[in-house]
């Protein structure tokens, strides 16, 4: 396991991501545990849904998504991706 307690970086660019995720845990009324995760406000980075790689809001095709390019690819196929990316790849 990597440290992924700080100092954490993009997958992509290798630069350091900033920010993070808060984690508040409880119980509901009827003692069922919860967590919910939050981005802090300063976090410039999507940690991918599928594949738990770290990736920078500037080398995500789509940060809103929450998933590296590659996974956003396998989920929503071709058809989300801009022709020309794969077009560049290839030069
Ligand atoms: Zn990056
Ligand atoms: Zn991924």
Same mark, same amino acid.
């Given at each position: 396991m990597e440290d992924n307690?700080? %100092?954490d970086v993009?997958?992509?660019c290798q630069q350091a991501v900033t920010?993070? *995720?808060? /984690?508040?845990?409880?119980?509901?009324?009827? %003692?069922t545990p919860t967590v919910v995760v939050e981005g802090t406000a300063d976090?410039? *980075?999507? /940690?991918?849904?599928?594949?738990n790689d770290t990736?920078?809001?500037?080398?995500s095709l789509h940060p809103e998504s929450?998933?590296?390019?590659?996974c956003f690819r396998k989920v929503f196929g071709d058809a989300g991706?801009?022709?020309?990316?794969g077009e560049a790849m290839k030069q």
């Open positions: 307690e700080s %100092g993009c997958t992509v920010g993070g *995720f808060d /984690v508040f845990s409880g119980f509901q009324n009827d %003692g976090r410039n *980075f999507n /940690v991918c849904d599928l594949c990736v920078c809001f500037r080398c929450g998933y590296c390019n590659p991706f801009v022709d020309s990316v």
